[in-house]
């Protein structure tokens, strides 16, 4: 078996600091695309709901690539999603409600890493430790979170276990199709009881 090494996630990635709005986000037509909570679901960006918006501060955003760890610093559950451009010319920040992190080594998968945030227990357990969990809403320490301890694998163990987690959660989106359809079914036989 092979020896697993651990790092640090500051020691495998760069941090930027998200753009901060100091009100409400407003959608206009054109101006730069805004990534929030609300528009992530099952570690996926939905890209219906991404607003636009202008940028009123003098302060030169870090422009999200694709590859960037998204990891949401508030809120109920703790989250890391893995940035990906739908091919848009337009460009994307995310909103201030994510630490916003890019993998700085070529042995790193950053959907592992996001893989490693959102699955292994231990990690999961630290983050929520240490959030403000006697508030409202959780707020998710960075200096925890970067001073976590990665399991670092080989880029090709990695890889397969990203293939893995890929190919399972196509399977539950599948089983979640199959039981919607007999949701309906069922519902239009009940319907049609009292017709």
């Known amino acids: ?29 054109n101006g730069v695309r805004v990534i ?7 570690e996926q960006i939905n890209w219906e709901s991404v607003i636009s918006t202008e940028l009123t501060g003098n302060k030169k955003p870090e422009y999200l690539q694709d590859g960037d760890l998204l990891i949401l610093s508030k809120g109920l559950k703790q989250q890391a999603l893995v940035f990906k451009s739908d ?18 080594k070529d042995s790193i998968n950053p959907y592992y890493l996001a893989f490693v945030l959102n699955h292994n227990n ?3 357990n630290q983050i929520e ?7 409202a809403v959780k707020v998710y320490s960075r200096e925890t ?6 399991p670092v694998l080989t880029i090709e163990k990695q890889d397969a276990i990203i293939a893995l987690h890929n190919n399972i959660k196509q ?3 599948c089983y979640q ?6 949701q309906v079914i069922l519902t239009d036989i009940a319907n049609q009881l009292t017709q």
């Open 36 to 42: 929030q909570p609300k528009d992530t679901k099952d």
């Open 129 to 135: 430790v240490a959030s403000n969990a006697f508030m």
């Open 177 to 182: 199709k199959l039981m919607d359809s007999n």
């Open 145 to 150: 979170i970067e001073n976590l301890k990665i």
């Open 87 to 104: 091919n848009s010319e337009q460009k994307t920040i995310c909103s201030n409600m994510y630490y916003h992190y890019r993998v700085n």
């Open 122 to 124: 231990k990690i999961r």
């Open 1 to 29: 078996m092979t020896k697993v090494i651990n790092q640090k996630f500051k020691q495998l990635t760069t941090r930027y600091i998200p753009y901060s709005f100091r009100s409400r986000i407003e959608d206009t037509k």
């Open 171 to 173: 399977q539950q989106q």
